[in-house]
């Protein structure tokens, strides 16, 4: 039986783009809290054909081995022609002074999202949001 190496899709996009900060460890869990709060409150606004929170995974080979790759996305639509997932990032930042690809990893993260999902059903087109 092949070992199997389980990385999330957060973990996986974050890696290929290098891109972070830290924090004081207290303030990164005030930080998290508030993030969660403003997704629940994202979350409630998505029309009813939209879910919330799709687990999502899928195990692929690579020489010899299993990398699982898994995460939730934040909202998912999906119908016959296409998926579409929502990534939902909350900060303190002026809207107006984030410029579209000033976060490659967060844009990373719903791609790969969305790529799993197709993979997973088969093929078909998709789309990513970033919130």
């Known amino acids: 039986m092949q070992k199997i190496h389980s990385v999330s899709v957060r973990t996986l996009a974050e890696f290929a783009f290098e891109k972070g900060d830290l924090i004081p460890a207290r303030r990164a869990a005030a930080r998290m809290r508030e993030g969660v709060r403003g997704h629940q409150a994202l979350q409630q606004l998505l029309p009813p054909s939209w879910d919330s929170e799709v687990a999502v995974s899928r195990d692929i080979p690579i020489d010899g081995h299993i990398l699982r790759v898994h995460g939730r996305a934040d ?3 999906i119908d016959r022609e ?3 997932v929502l990534e939902i990032k909350t900060t303190a930042k002026n ?3 984030i ?30 949001r970033l919130t």
């Open 95 to 97: 809207p107006s002074n």
């Open 75 to 77: 909202g998912v639509y």
């Open 82 to 84: 296409v998926v579409r």
């Open 99 to 128: 410029l579209k690809y000033d976060w490659p990893a967060h844009w990373a993260q719903g791609e790969i999202y969305a790529a799993l999902f197709c993979l997973n059903r088969g093929g078909g087109q998709a789309e990513v």
